[in-house]
């Protein structure tokens, strides 16, 4: 069965340091999917990045970026000089091609950035 | 394009009850699904739902039930409402059936008392 893990239940970083989300993911699944939603307090999911099983490229978007690696089944998650703004409830999210590829979601992050 | 859209954004109901939600997908969108979280429980697949067929369904109890209409936009009807109903029910979207991202909507927050 499929399973998402976020260790960090909630971190505080001052504005400008950088932070770390960790996700840790099983499956049995060769084919699959993860993604990173970001909850803000208005309770809106927001889409952030989808990577397949078979792309272990990392990712650089602005201040984002992402280390996915399939020997540790993980798919972490870099915010580079925090702001305020991105204080929010991070998600990371599986879909397993054999599942319907309905998301399986973990726990969720709670990050505080204070100016 | 104009974003997922739920209706209502906030409701209040009483045990025992029942509560339809409204979901309208991203024009072009035919698949859309729904998820529940819940402070204890996490967010929760509930079904999804695919040119009007229900194509996946997560383990919760028949008194959730869903479907979707012929313009793409779905219903969820939760009966016979229970205090541990209470929760933001969200509502995703995707064009193709199992392949692509789902955009979620801004949420129902379903209070029961």
């Known amino acids: 069965a499929q399973k998402v893990t976020q260790a960090q239940t909630e971190i505080s970083v001052v504005e400008k340091e950088d932070v770390t989300l960790d996700c840790v993911y099983e499956t049995r699944d060769t084919t699959y999917y993860l993604f990173w939603y970001k909850q803000p307090p208005s309770g809106e999911l927001v889409f952030l990045i989808r990577r397949n099983s078979f792309d272990e490229q990392n990712e650089i978007s602005g201040r984002y970026s992402w280390n996915f690696q399939k020997s540790t089944s993980s798919f972490n998650f870099t915010i580079t000089a925090s702001q305020v703004v991105d204080s929010a409830v991070y998600f990371c999210?599986?879909?397993?091609?054999?599942?319907?590829?309905?998301?399986?979601f973990g726990g969720g992050t709670r990050l505080m950035v204070k100016p | 394009k104009a974003g997922v859209t739920q209706t209502p954004r906030y409701l209040i109901k009483t045990r025992g009850q029942q509560v339809t939600l409204s979901c309208s997908p991203i024009s072009g969108h035919r698949s859309v699904s729904w998820y529940q979280q819940t402070p204890g429980q996490g967010l929760q697949f509930l079904f999804e739902y695919f040119s009007e067929t229900q194509r996946n369904k997560g383990n919760f109890p028949g008194r959730f039930s869903g479907r979707q209409f012929s313009n793409s936009r779905s219903e969820m009807n939760v009966s016979t409402l229970e205090l541990g109903d209470s929760a933001l029910y969200l509502c995703a979207s995707r064009n193709r059936e199992y392949t692509d991202t789902q955009y979620f909507g801004p949420g129902t927050r379903l209070t029961v008392l």
């Open positions: 999210a599986l879909s397993e091609n054999n599942a319907g590829n309905m998301l399986t």
